[in-house]
């Protein structure tokens, strides 16, 4: 069975710091990945998307930057975080023609 | 970006009480998805839709695609506790209105559900 992770769970960073969220999956080839961003009491902001290795397609502009150095691996990272960085970022995955996501257990990022 | 209009934003109901939700788009869907998500988790994809018309039961859960393709709700029969939670739906558009093969998914605001023992 297919399996996502995310690390860290939590996250508290301060205001210029960088960030780097990791995001792996298990059980599948070639997923579609997915970097959402969900604000509190908002639904999910799609961020980054990928279809596979080194194909990062961007839906917001922003500080934010995403890389897939391998197949089942999706990074969010920034240089330098900005307090409206803060929420809840969820990564996901999909597989074939049919967009049905599966999401991972999702890192809370704190900028003070 | 877009986002689906989902409503209510939330209810308080009491156990046992039949819970039901919408939402509804001005864009036609190719697929419909509801998911559920627990406080400091991910969402877990409860139903998934593919056709307009289409109902699909998942235990006490009941979804249905509009027969527009523009709409898709949710219903819960028999409430519980552990149904408390905040409902999202998604759609992914048609890819001719997204311009590519690539539909990406459009969520709702969500539905926070509580419910009273």
Redesign the interface.
Same mark, same amino acid.
């Given at each position: 069975s297919q399996t996502i992770h995310q690390w860290p769970a939590t996250l508290v960073q301060p205001v210029g710091s960088p960030l780097s969220l990791e995001c792996t999956v298990e059980g599948t080839s070639n997923p579609n990945l997915y970097w959402y961003r969900q604000a509190a009491g908002r639904g999910l902001q799609l961020l980054f998307y990928s279809v596979g290795i080194g194909q990062i397609s961007s839906e917001v502009p922003q500080n934010l930057s995403a890389s897939r150095p391998q197949d089942r691996q999706f990074i969010l990272s920034s240089k330098k975080l900005l307090l409206s960085d803060s929420g809840f970022y969820l990564c996901a995955w999909s597989q074939g023609p049919i967009e049905t996501q599966y999401f991972g257990p999702g890192t809370r990022l704190l900028v003070l | 970006?877009q /986002?689906l209009n /989902?409503s209510p934003q939330s209810m308080f109901i009491q156990e046992g009480e039949d819970v039901s939700m919408n939402c509804t788009s001005s864009s036609i869907f190719n697929?419909w998805?509801w998911?559920k998500q627990d406080p400091?988790?991910?969402?877990?994809?409860l139903i998934?839709l593919?056709k307009a018309g289409e109902l699909t039961s998942n235990g006490r859960l009941t979804a249905q695609f509009g027969i527009t393709r523009k709409d898709s709700f949710l219903n819960i029969s028999a409430s519980i506790p552990s149904d408390v939670g905040i409902y999202?739906c998604?759609g992914?558009e048609s890819p001719m209105n997204y311009g590519g093969s /690539?539909?990406?998914?459009i969520?709702?605001?969500?539905t926070k559900l509580s419910v009273k023992p």
């Open positions: - | 970006g /986002q /989902q697929t998805l998911y400091g988790e991910g969402p877990v994809l998934a593919y999202f998604a992914q /690539q539909g990406n998914l969520f709702g605001k969500g």
